[in-house]
Nanobody
Framework: QVQLVESGGGLVQAGGSLRLSCAAS????????MGWFRQAPGKAREFVAA????????SHADSVLGRFTISRDNAKKTVYLQMNSLNPEDTAVYYC??????????????????WGQGTQVTVSS
């Protein structure tokens, strides 16, 4: 069982930056692939980024490539999402996710068993 707690959301002006954090419980953090999804009002939940258990593999959605970076610190059992050059279209609730590590990075909602409660990110124009 893994419990995930996100933090770092808030209100930021367009062009600004935020860093989201997700702290995980459990003793086997490095055996879990981690990721971030987001859901904007009236839209479906969408993949943002994922990282393998070792941190060597990462994947980012085309919409955030070059602006967002996922990383993890296994000693601290924490995964991060650094978000730069934010724009109003990035406004959403951001969810941290986890599932058993695999030889590939999953990008589907159904591929992740564990979800955090979400943290709101609002980007003003």
């Amino acid at each position: 069982q893994v419990q995930l707690v996100e933090s770092g959301g808030g209100l930021v002006q367009a062009g600004g930056s935020l860093r989201l954090s997700c702290a995980a419980s459990g003793r086997t953090f490095s055996t879990y692939a981690m990721g971030w999804f987001r859901q904007a009002p009236g839209k479906a939940r969408e993949f943002v980024a994922a990282i393998s258990g070792s941190g060597r593999l990462t994947s980012h959605a085309d919409s955030v490539l070059g602006r967002f970076t996922i990383s993890r610190d296994n000693a601290k059992k924490t995964v991060y999402l650094q978000m730069n050059s934010l724009n109003p279209e990035d406004t959403a609730v951001y969810y941290c996710v986890a599932d058993s590590d695999k030889p590939y990075l999953a990008v589907g909602r159904d591929d992740y068993q564990y979800w955090g409660q979400g943290t709101q990110v609002t980007v003003s124009s």
